[in-house]
């Protein structure tokens, strides 16, 4: 099962840090994503890190004010926001991939968390 938290509220050009922990299972052989949804839009890729060698990527709309992460003490995956912006406004949902490879497509994706609210305000 996973668990992301860290959302909320807050102005544009904010930050807020959201985390991803799974419960059961270690994140060693797996990529983890952070996905987001606005209301009436589809679910759409964030970013990646594949968790055995640090890999990163990211959506165009992110790169540069987004920051994913890994903590291996922990084995939580962590998505830094920076520089928010209203249109960063969505659930943000964290899933993994056993593919143990970068994939930016929802559909290589194999088990979800629940999403949490990221709210920005103008």
Known sequence: QLQACGGGLVQAGGFLRLSCAASGRT??????????????????????????????????????????????????ANLQMNSLKPEDTAVYYCAISSRNMYTHLNSTYDYWGQGTQVTVSS
């Open 27 to 76: 994140f060693s052989r797996y990529t983890v994503g952070w996905f987001r949804q606005a209301p009436g839009k589809e679910r759409e890729f964030v970013a990646a890190i594949i968790w055995s060698d640090g890999t990163t990527g990211y959506a165009a709309s992110v790169k540069g004010r987004f920051t994913i992460s890994r903590d291996n003490t922990k084995q939580t």
